[in-house]
């Protein structure tokens, strides 16, 4: 037997890569779609290629060692998270959520989730929610000292801290029990426009200390701050303000800095975007290691992350899809190291979810971390070059937040005189201009709309969605909710008259030659809610339709274009597009891939008389 060499070369074989051939190639490539000339230098060629996120942060096309920075697992800025457990690496805590408003339908939830996979709970309580007063009830069964509570209920934590802190002092649970009070006065001011009390939540966090050591009083929830159409980096920058925050208040009370650190926990959202939402908790890490080390804290502190499959992904339209969206968005969690991680059932748009779907929540993690032994592996993102580069440009780009944030006075201060809802309204018009124009394509909504889909039904969710009281502060989005909203149009108009809206696709030449763009034609119009029916010009007539799309190569509109546009207008076409581009006489305008999908359906619904 050979025994390999130490250092074993795996590309021994090949030619070294240069960095400057790979750019002469893509210079080549460039050149034939018109984005470089000769004269362009090849130090400027990846700029061509390099884009931007919502944030700001750059993307390159290409990453190599010297990209990223260095780090060991475990060690500060802890980057790079490990999560020891003996003689491996422990999983995350599975955390399910429960807001249903009866503490009976609750607790068998409850218990059916820690039966099958589940270690921890989440309940939603207060307006929208399990009421307070069913708390003891819904808990019923529930070991403390094995299974962590965590509490969410806005304006009403108070109330249901003291009733969860009672009930753990009739069981004898004081010194066993652990999880969360979910007191946070600033995710509340960012939902409600309504702030709670830091003095209240770091009262909570002193009682804690003494008298439940185990329970954590506070959370620092960006999720607010996601649900409104932030970036990454506006979550990250107000997270770890409210954070900084919560320090000043809890030292302020009397508790030591290491004592405040650890009474502290972070929420964050993932989403679909895998290593951004990777990116995003290892940023969190960096920043909070930072404050630690400014702050005096121990060495060694570290944050503790709670990952929330993002609520602003959630379709209401062809739901399944949503299973795709949180799996995705759970791999990142725990590839990015969050300590507790939920999944949203795949119905959550739809009302409170059923047995199946929260089952499938819970299984999606248990075959991440049983089946794929995701959480065995020490750091699963350590040593892409990508994630890593990512992971900085983040941390740097949220620093930059925090900041701004901390000079307006902190973050109550900053949400009160709008800087925090100016950022985000910035960043939530460019991303929904390329949810528009289907560069951020949602499968199931703005791509391969299914027009015959039966939803699935669901109890309606109570308004407030457990989170207190009635929003009145950031603003709540879904990326669907554009198309999701012309849907909405096309089922009324189709339940009030009996048929959907129409467009013709005129189709010209042999079936190979306007296939493609007949499909794409098709694929944009349904994403509105819009039937689409093909045919001959002449056939348009009988279509039972005022608007029609041209469809064939650019071959064929040179030559036929105009006589068909001619031929449907003569046979009452109020509107005549184009799948394509190019100007055409009798042609109004053209739909392509990147054009404002969103401009073109609502004026195609407004054609066809489609009222909103």
Known sequence: MTVPPEELELAAAFPPAERDRWREMVKGVLRKSGAAT????????????????CDGVPIAALYTRDDAPPGRPGLAPYVREVRPDGEGVAGWDVRQRHAHPDPAVTREAVLADLENGATSVWLGLGDGGL??????????????????????????????????????????????????????????????????????????????????????????????????????????GAAVAAGVAYLRALTGAGLSVDEAFGQIEFRLAVNADQFSS??????????????????????????????????????????????????IAAFAAGTGGADAVTVQPFDARLGLPDDFARRIARNT??????????????????GSWYAESLTEGVAQAAWARFTEIERAGGLAAALESGIVAERIAATWARRREDIARRKAPLTGVSEFPNLAETLPEREP??????????????????YAQDFEALRDRSDAHAEATGARPRVFLATLGPIAVHTARASFAANLFQAGGIETVAGAPEEFGTSGTTVACICSS???????????????RETGAVKVWLAGKGTYEGVDTGVYAGCDAIGVLETTLHDLGVNE
């Not at 969710?461 to 879904?478: I, M, N, Q, S």
């Not at 650019?554 to 449907?568: H, K, S």
């Open 38 to 53: 000769e004269d362009t230098p090849l130090d400027e060629i990846e700029g061509l290629l390099t884009r931007e996120s």
């Open 461 to 478: 969710a109570p308004e407030g969605r457990g989170r207190g009281e009635p929003r009145g502060g950031l603003p709540v989005v879904t």
């Open 554 to 568: 650019d071959t064929v509109y040179g030559e036929q274009a105009a006589e068909a546009a001619r031929m449907l």
């Open 365 to 382: 993690q248990t075959l991440l971390l049983e089946e794929s032994s995701l959480a065995r592996v020490v750091d699963p993102a350590g």
């Open 278 to 327: 990777i990116a995003k908790l290892r940023a969190l890490r960096r920043l909070w290691a930072r404050v630690a080390e400014v702050s005096g804290a121990a060495e060694g502190t570290a944050a503790r992350v709670h990952a929330v499959t993002s609520s602003a992904m959630m379709t209401r339209r062809d739901p399944w899809v949503n299973m795709l969206r949180t799996t």
């Open 131 to 236: 009421p307070v007063t069913g708390l003891s009830e819904a808990l019923r069964g529930v070991l403390l000292d094995l299974a962590p509570v965590a509490l969410d209920a806005g304006a009403r934590t108070a109330q249901a801290a003291e009733a969860f802190l009672s009930l753990v002092t009739e069981r004898g649970n004081a010194a066993d029990a652990s999880g969360s009070l979910g007191a946070d006065p600033l995710g509340l001011a960012a939902r409600t426009g309504a702030p709670g009390s830091l003095d209240e939540a770091a009262a909570l966090a002193v009682r804690c200390v003494r008298e439940v050591p185990k329970v954590r009083a506070v959370v620092a929830d960006g999720t607010p701050y996601h649900d409104a159409g932030g970036g990454d980096a506006e979550e990250l």
